[in-house]
Nanobody, 124 residues
Framework: QVQLVESGGGLVQAGGSLRLSCAASGRTFSSYAIGWFRQAPGKEREFVAFISWSGGRTYYADSVKGRFIISRDSAKNTVYLQMNSLKPEDTAVYYC?????????????????WGQGTQVTVSS
């Protein structure tokens, strides 16, 4: 079992930056791949970024590629999402999730454990 807690969200102007954190409890955290997803009002939850358990593989949605960076610090049981050059369309609740064994990395069904989410609002 893994418990995930996101933090770091807030209000930022377009062009600004935020760093989200996903802190995990559980001794097996380092064996989980982690994904970040986001959900805007009235929209489905969408994939943002993925990092493998070792940190050696990362994938990004086309909409954030070149602006967002996912990383992990296994010693701190934490995964980060550095978000740069933020746009109003990045406004959403951001969730981190621990990958399960089914599904694919870029769909919510591929994840077994979820955090409660953190709000990111980008003003124009």
């Amino acid at each position: 079992q893994v418990q995930l807690v996101e933090s770091g969200g807030g209000l930022v102007q377009a062009g600004g930056s935020l760093r989200l954190s996903c802190a995990a409890s559980g001794r097996t955290f380092s064996s989980y791949a982690i994904g970040w997803f986001r959900q805007a009002p009235g929209k489905e939850r969408e994939f943002v970024a993925f990092i493998s358990w070792s940190g050696g593989r990362t994938y990004y949605a086309d909409s954030v590629k070149g602006r967002f960076i996912i990383s992990r610090d296994s010693a701190k049981n934490t995964v980060y999402l550095q978000m740069n050059s933020l746009k109003p369309e990045d406004t959403a609740v951001y969730y981190c999730a621990a990958r399960g064994v089914r599904g694919t990395y870029n769909y919510p069904s591929g994840y077994d454990y979820w955090g409660q989410g953190t709000q990111v609002t980008v003003s124009s």
